[in-house]
């Protein structure tokens, strides 16, 4: 539970909060934010390390300009926290299986939290044998997918990671959704500078971007995504009404989406997309699904010059005229957060803190 100082931290928050009330925006410091978002969560339900988790993933992407897997998420997440189906307190099941292979049973419960409890023997395993990789079922992940392996980068691991979700994509050619939006996210060590990360759907745009340009009324290109009738659209709204995202590049898109169903889905033992069921929780939002991670050592590789050879094909890059490095501008808007605060909107974050929170159904 939180200590009494936290406590005292965060209603010092919640004055600045309701001080500020009437404003579009106030400015909290990512911390200050972390405790307040922490706090929200333990009163949905959730204990306090997961909560912690948890809120650090809202967090440190709106810190670093991701919004649409930032405070957009919070509202999705406390619906699906009123209801049973997933269990915030879920105690993940780790074992170990072959000599480069981690097992992950998240029993239902937050993808976060369970990976957080695998690193350290991820880590271990990758640092002795050079390779590991760690697959998990049953999880629910609902966040950046770059914050799951940037960390890795940071303790000079390569890592590369995908998950599966509720079926939001149709396949190449098709007009119905069988596939998530299937993201993955890649991360690299730099040598005395920020790790080199992507994360990317595999469709045109991520879910969360479709439901910000529904929501401030943008149109999304062509090609985006179809109607309910299988036609094409740039309206958002018809998107997310019964219609379907498309798969990035048509057949390459398509391709990369099936290979993440076999890996995060058929390898670990989690459910396919097509196979979530939410019938039963028209508030639920997050999808009971799988994780691949795979993790490097690329000190054991054999190749002693990798650091030298990473800022090579870095400043080739630039040289080329490309303009910046994939994570570049995420840790350029994480300084400016540092800096000068996080806006939020103060009366949103109040309404979440204030709600009462019914147990799960």
């Known amino acids: 539970m939180p200590t009494a100082a936290s406590n005292e931290a965060i209603n010092g928050i919640v004055d600045r909060l309701r001080g500020c009330v009437g404003s579009d925006t106030c400015r909290l410091s990512p911390e200050g934010l972390l405790g307040l978002i922490t706090e929200i969560f333990v009163r949905a339900g959730v204990p306090a390390g997961p909560a912690r988790i948890l809120a650090r993933t809202c967090v ?122 299937n993201p993955m996210a890649f991360a690299c060590p730099r040598d005395g500078r920020p790790p080199i990360v992507f994360d990317q759907a595999t469709s045109v745009m991520a879910k969360g971007d479709i439901q910000l340009a529904a929501k401030s009324g943008r149109p999304v290109p062509p090609g985006t995504g179809l109607d309910k009738f299988g036609k094409p659209t740039e309206d958002p709204a018809e998107i997310l009404d019964g219609g379907t995202l498309l798969p990035f590049g048509g057949h390459k898109g398509s391709s990369i989406a099936m290979m993440v169903e076999i890996l995060a889905a058929a390898l670990t033992g989690g459910n396919f997309s097509w196979e979530i069921d939410k019938s039963g929780y028209t508030n639920a939002h997050t999808s009971r699904a799988g994780q691949f991670l795979l993790c490097i050592d690329p000190r054991l590789s054999g190749e002693n010059a990798f650091a030298q050879r990473i800022e090579a094909l870095a400043r080739t890059l630039m040289e080329s005229g490309q303009s910046r490095l994939p994570g570049d501008r995420r840790h350029a808007n994480r300084k400016r957060a540092e800096d000068e605060g996080i806006a939020v909107n103060p009366a949103l974050l109040l309404s979440w803190y204030d709600a009462p929170r019914p147990g799960p159904a």
């Open 60 to 181: 440190h992407a709106e810190r670093d300009g991701a919004h649409s897997h930032g405070l957009h998420r919070m509202p999705a997440y406390l619906a699906t926290l009123a209801t049973d189906w997933v269990t915030p307190g879920a105690r993940p099941r780790v074992q170990e299986s072959a000599s480069g292979t981690v097992l992950v049973d998240a029993n239902n419960g937050f993808a976060q939290p369970a990976l957080a409890q695998a690193m350290p023997l991820l880590t271990r395993k990758a640092s002795e044998a050079g390779v590991a990789v760690m697959l998990m079922k049953n999880s629910h992940h609902f966040g950046a997918l770059w914050l799951d392996v940037e960390p890795l980068a940071e303790q000079g691991f390569v890592a590369l990671t995908m998950v599966n979700s509720s079926s939001h994509m149709a396949p190449v050619g098709g007009t119905k959704p069988v596939y998530g939006t």
